[in-house]
């Protein structure tokens, strides 16, 4: 079995969201890191572990600019993957 950690891929799960409430989850999301923009399980390490938030389109999104709203109120900026992208 391959490990996807040693891959460079994280694991995910899918989720359909009506479009006009991605900002409202966005919100939600983000305040899952805390006041200080960390994870509920710090000590888990690397790409596996990392927490990520796909929209078809990434930045061309109709919605992203509420999203990155989200995160900036939150103390958190968003940065484009690439794939094995460090921690």
Do not use: C, T, W
């Not at 919605?63 to 484009?80: N, P, R």
Request: net charge negative.
């Amino acid at each position: 079995m391959a490990d996807y950690g040693k891959l460079g891929h994280g694991e995910v799960v899918g989720m359909k969201i009506p479009q006009s409430s991605i900002g409202d989850f966005s919100v939600e999301y983000f305040k899952l890191f805390g006041d200080k923009g960390e994870r509920a399980d710090p000590m888990d390490k690397g790409g596996e572990y990392r927490s990520l938030l796909g929209l078809p389109g990434g930045r061309n999104h109709p919605m992203f600019a509420s999203v990155e709203s989200a995160a900036e109120a939150q103390g958190m900026k968003l940065v484009d993957g690439k794939g094995s992208d460090p921690d």
